[in-house]
């Protein structure tokens, strides 16, 4: 029909696996970072180049899925967009862990393998973040990644192994955390 005008609304979504792909095209990946026991307990980190700026804010994704599904190669979705929000970038940091569904890693798919597995990961982001010189630690938790967040929070940890940046975290319950 000529002379129609059709008008057409494009809606472009990125996803998380386009988003993540995204930043392992774009941004500098160290991959596969390990923190515990088993081969899933591993992290990617993403910055704008090999030498990360002195101050940069680590930030750190611990993605949800049930229990049950996804994984770090879905969660490196939000690193282009933070690293372009400061012009000095951040180092994103995308969190794999064993989950409750993964029956070759019983041992380690119990909630109490799983906690044990955070305090590895947060001794290891302790000395990660040192190394960088970071100004900070944030940490992003979607879902069961957020109910990890609040679990780790209400951990008890001996005074010489409290990681350094729970400085003042309040879990969701309220309960401070304070570091001597």
């Given amino acids: 029909m000529a002379g129609n005008i059709v008008n057409i609304n494009v809606r472009i979504v990125i996803t998380p ?15 596969n970072v390990r923190y515990g026991a088993t081969a899933k307990n591993v992290f990617d980190l993403y910055t704008t180049s090999p030498n990360v700026p002195t101050g940069c804010p680590m ?7 049930y229990w049950q599904y996804l994984s770090k190669e879905e969660s490196a979705f939000l690193a282009p967009s933070l690293n372009a929000s400061r012009p000095d970038g951040v180092v994103f940091v995308a969190v794999d862990y064993v989950l409750a569904s993964e029956k070759e890693h019983e041992e380690h798919a119990s909630m109490a393998g799983i906690y044990s ?3 590895d990961l947060l001794r290891a982001l302790n000395v990660v973040a040192r190394k960088l010189n970071c100004s900070a630690i944030h940490f992003i938790g979607h879902s069961a990644g957020a109910h990890l967040l609040a679990g780790m929070c209400s951990l008890d940890y001996p005074s010489d192994q409290r990681p350094w940046l729970f400085k003042l975290v309040k879990s969701q319950c309220g309960s401070p955390i304070t570091s001597p």
């Avoid at 696996?17 to 990946?29: D, H, I, K, P, T």
């Fill in 117 to 119: 597995a955070m305090q």
């Fill in 17 to 31: 696996f386009v988003g993540s792909e995204l930043a392992r095209r774009n941004l500098y990946c160290k991959a």
């Fill in 59 to 65: 930030v750190v994704y611990i993605h949800g899925g």
